[in-house]
């Protein structure tokens, strides 16, 4: 009687287990990890200006990032493409496109996106690009004098800059 019981029973417990395992592992508190700092605006990012930034991650479960955007205190035009990439690949792990006129000025834009779970010890890079600006109506990102960080780089159109983008990146601390 009891070993018929035990049967019956493992299987829902073992998918409970899982259940509480899969979902439960991806509950958590979002953590800025990452914070770079920059009051040095790059200029313009008009049509087809890709500005980005490689980063480090020492943790799993990155989960989002923030790029200090401006708008130079104006309504602007156009839309912007922001995503994230592995670093030296060019499929998007993650993207969005908003329009430049929802943009607060000389604010950070957060992208949250699901956690990535494997995400220690790997490069990425995030980036912001104009998909339709014009000069005279479109936005800026901030940046750093010089570099604040020393493990990744600032490009614009794939050319290494000096300072480094004003950026924040975000960890979900799992209960697992």
Do not use: C
């Amino acid at each position: 009687m009891k070993q018929n019981w035990f049967r019956r029973s493992i299987i829902p417990i073992i998918l409970v287990l899982l259940f509480i395992y899969v979902y439960g592992g991806n509950i958590g508190k979002m953590t800025e990890v990452i914070s770079v700092e920059g009051d040095q605006n790059i200029g313009e990012i008009t049509n087809n200006k890709e500005v980005g930034q490689s980063f480090y991650s020492d943790l799993n479960n990155l989960s989002g990032f923030s790029i200090k955007l401006a708008t130079y205190g104006r309504v602007n035009a156009g839309r912007i493409t922001l995503g994230i990439r592995n670093y030296g690949e060019s499929n998007d792990i993650y993207s969005t496109t908003i329009k430049a006129e929802s943009l607060a000025d000389n604010a950070f834009y957060d992208v949250r996106f699901p956690p990535i779970k494997y995400s220690k010890n790997k490069q990425y890079y995030i980036y912001i690009k104009a998909t339709d600006g014009m000069a005279g109506k479109f936005i800026t990102a901030y940046k750093s004098k010089n570099d604040a960080y020393p493990k990744g780089n600032l490009t614009i159109n794939g050319v290494n800059q000096d300072g480094d983008l004003s950026f924040k990146v975000y960890f979900n601390k799992t209960l697992f």
